[in-house]
Nanobody, 124 residues
């Protein structure tokens, strides 16, 4: 059974930092591109960051320079370091395993497995 379990969400003031983690089991972790996708109330899900099996990264323009995605294939974990957080970063953040190893354009419809999500709330 595939499981993606996120942790690390919480409430933080604007300008603060949080680190999200995702522990994967039941999949061949180093065969899948992995990503973080978020959904704010009333909005569609959007890609935050993704990393291919070859460690090529893609970031949403809104988080470039502030967020860093990383993966540890030996431990089957994915992380998202979030710095200089803004109120508009408030959302549910989901860990995602894609159907492929790499893409130039990661789509939410290409996610094979989803985590249950962890809430990030940034207060102004």
């Amino acid at each position: 059974q595939v499981q993606l379990v996120e942790s690390g969400g919480g409430v933080v003031q604007a300008g603060g930092s949080l680190k999200l983690s995702c522990a994967a089991s039941g999949i061949i972790f180093n065969s899948n591109a992995m990503g973080w996708i978020r959904q704010a109330p009333g909005k569609e899900r959007e890609l935050v960051a993704a990393m291919s099996t070859g460690r090529i990264t893609n970031y949403a323009d809104s988080v470039k320079g502030r967020f860093t995605i990383s993966r540890d294939n030996a431990r089957n974990t994915l992380a998202l370091q979030m710095n200089s957080l803004k109120p508009e970063d408030t959302a549910m953040y989901y860990c995602a395993a894609y159907k492929y190893a790499w893409s130039s354009h990661y789509r939410t419809t290409d996610v094979r497995y989803w985590g249950q999500g962890t809430q990030v709330t940034v207060s102004s």
